[in-house]
């Protein structure tokens, strides 16, 4: 199943993002479920959340996933929702 992951940043977190940036990329490419991803930007181009699209077998896998981000052990997102989606195109 795919499963959309949607992060809001925490407002004044854009360092934190930065910081854990490098280890959060790692994440993404070695844990071999993530379809597709890349930062929510603002109206001026800052980073301000995340999109990642997570195939997985259900929707524990994907929350242990969210969980394990070295940007949610951080502490960055003021929310972060999981949601199940079906691509189209």
Known sequence: ML???IARDK???LQTRLDNRDAHIEYLKTTNIVS???PLLSD???MIG???ILEVDDMSTAKDWADADPYA???LFEKVDL?????VI
């Open 44 to 46: 001026s181009g800052e």
């Open 11 to 13: 407002a004044g977190a």
């Open 83 to 87: 949601i199940p989606w079906k691509k």
């Open 3 to 5: 499963v959309a992951l």
């Open 73 to 75: 052990k951080a502490g």
């Open 36 to 38: 597709q991803a890349g």
């Open 50 to 52: 995340s999109l990642v």
